[in-house]
């Protein structure tokens, strides 16, 4: 049964990646940093009824030592970085720990694999937020990057360390240039969540609008279950590489909440409102990925339409806010 260590595992991404995992007869171990609340273990482990299956070990990305004490005792084949300070608006208030976290802490998982067992595979969350200004109108692995956040700094890092272990010391370290993905486990902060989180509200009486930021942005949303296949196929091949993993389809927020609003029958433009208070110091503006390495390495292909994913979504908001209000 091989072994495979996932930090970040009480993310979204971790839960529908220990599923997967564990789907496939792994022994799923999952970093966690200690916290003072109760549930370490997390709501989206519950959700996905995994929680009783992952073994948890505590430690943290900006601990080496701890890193290391996990790699010898864990000793796993695979190893899943997806731990970060992942949400791009906080970035610019906390850059110092999204660089320390984001950008060193994935470099503390590789040279603690390097340490103890450099036949380690390793994954690496890269992001689409890497290509930031975009220089190219669709963005394959050969378009330059220009980051525009501090978050989108501390990936770039994160990510061309993974490819320098790789080329320095012939680990099998992968990086993975995932486009944004979504799910009904996606933190509220994200605007995919916000937006079907609202929709779900006022359609129960709860709220009459929603505040967002920049509507005229556009993303590539594809659906985490999806991305996660993504991940482990990658850690399967002879060779290890870099992949971007995106629908190929761009769509902007505005039209996200026409999509989201209308699968309840409500018509967006009565309902959201745009606060300055949410727009970034810096954008970026359009992302479109092309996943045809993936498709052909790989093959892999995005599965969940947006309107799928958006109607998954806020049925499942819908379930949570009536019984939370008991309706
Ligand atoms: P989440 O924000 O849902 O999860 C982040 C995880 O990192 C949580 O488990 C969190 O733990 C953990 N974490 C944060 N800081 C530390 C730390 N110092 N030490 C240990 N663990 C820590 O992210 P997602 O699941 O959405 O994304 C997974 C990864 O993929 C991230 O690296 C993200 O940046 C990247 N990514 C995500 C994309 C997306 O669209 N979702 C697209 C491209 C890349 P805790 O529960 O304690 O907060
Ligand atoms: P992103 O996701 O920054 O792409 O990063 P997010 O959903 O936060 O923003 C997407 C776009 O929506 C615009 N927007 C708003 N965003 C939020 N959060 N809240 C709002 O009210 C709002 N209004 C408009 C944003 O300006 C932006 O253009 C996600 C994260 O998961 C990263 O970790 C990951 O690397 C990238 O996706 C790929």
Redesign the pocket.
């Known amino acids: 049964m091989p072994t495979a260590l996932i930090t970040g595992i009480t993310g979204q991404d971790g839960a529908y990646l220990s599923q997967l995992l564990l789907s496939k007869g792994y022994r799923v171990v999952g970093l966690v940093r200690r916290s003072a609340s109760a549930d370490v273990i997390g709501a989206r482990l519950h959700w996905l009824n995994v929680a009783n299956r992952v073994e948890l070990v505590d430690g943290n990305l900006t601990d080496l030592s701890s890193l290391i004490r996990i790699m010898e005792t864990v000793k796993p084949d695979e190893v899943y970085n997806l731990a970060?300070q992942?949400?791009?608006?906080a970035s610019w208030q906390q850059p110092l720990l999204t660089g320390n976290v984001t950008g060193l802490g994935a470099a503390n998982v590789l040279e603690a694999a390097r340490i103890v067992n450099p036949a380690v595979r390793f994954y690496q969350a890269s992001?689409?937020?890497m290509f930031g200004l975009i220089q190219e109108n669709i963005q394959s692995e050969k378009t330059p990057f220009y980051p525009r956040s501090p978050?989108a700094v501390a990936?770039l890092y994160a990510h061309w360390m993974t490819v320098n272990y790789r080329e320095s010391f012939g680990m099998h370290a992968s990086s993975g240039i995932?486009?944004?993905h979504e799910s009904p486990l996606r933190g509220i902060?994200?605007?995919?969540r916000?937006v079907t989180d609202g929709v779900a509200r006022i359609k129960l009486g709860l709220a009459n609008e929603l505040?967002?930021?920049?509507?005229d942005?556009t993303?590539d949303w594809g659906h985490a279950r999806d991305y996660v296949e993504a991940m482990w196929l990658m850690l399967q091949q002879d060779k290890p590489d870099d992949y971007v993993v995106a629908t190929g389809r761009t769509t902007s927020?505005r039209d996200l909440c026409r999509i989201a609003f209308s699968h309840v029958g409500l018509d967006y433009e009565a309902h959201v409102r745009v606060d300055p208070a949410?727009?970034?110091p810096a954008?970026?503006e359009v992302?479109l990925g092309d996943a045809s390495k993936a498709k052909k390495a790989l093959g892999w292909e995005a599965k969940t339409s947006l309107e799928d994913m958006v109607s998954e979504m806020v049925d499942a908001d819908l379930v949570r806010h009536r019984a939370k209000a008991g309706l």
Do not use: D, P, Q
């Open positions: 970060a992942s949400f791009v608006a992001s689409s937020e978050y990936k995932l486009f944004n902060e994200f605007v995919t916000k505040a967002l930021g920049n509507l942005a993303r927020i949410f727009f970034r954008e970026v992302l």
